[in-house]
């Protein structure tokens, strides 16, 4: 029973000592929690929902006639939404996504800013 207690505390020192030595090396990389089919996957399927949510959107505002500024507004909204989950799922890292993200953010704020019929009387 002894010896049992003991191999077991000997291998989880030898186990404590491979990860304080793993976490304190320079040379140690990131690895990727996600397989590669599964971030294939994800991605298509970001895409495909955003393809769907885009036809749907032409079909509603074609039906309803809509304003041109309208459309503008509704495709430029799904497209952004549809391209910054896909950049999420594609696993880019922060110093690559913030740029991507605050450009979005820019184009979402010019489609959805001020109406052009605000200033106007009726």
Not at 70 to 78: E, K
Request: no cysteine.
């Amino acid at each position: 029973m002894a010896t049992n207690i003991s191999t077991a505390m000997s291998a989880l020192d030898a186990a404590q000592n491979a990860y304080n030595h793993a976490a304190t090396s320079a040379t140690t990389t990131v690895v990727q929690p996600w397989s590669q089919e599964l971030v294939t996957f994800l991605a298509m399927g970001v895409l495909g929902f955003s393809v769907i949510a885009l036809l749907l959107a032409t079909v509603l505002l074609w039906r309803s006639n809509a304003p041109a500024q309208q459309v503008l507004r509704i495709f430029g909204v799904i497209s952004i939404i549809g391209f910054s989950s896909l950049l999420l799922v594609v696993g880019y890292n922060n110093e690559q996504l913030t740029p991507i993200v605050g450009l979005f953010g820019a184009i979402a704020g010019y489609l959805l800013g001020k109406d052009t019929k605000a200033g106007k009387d009726d």
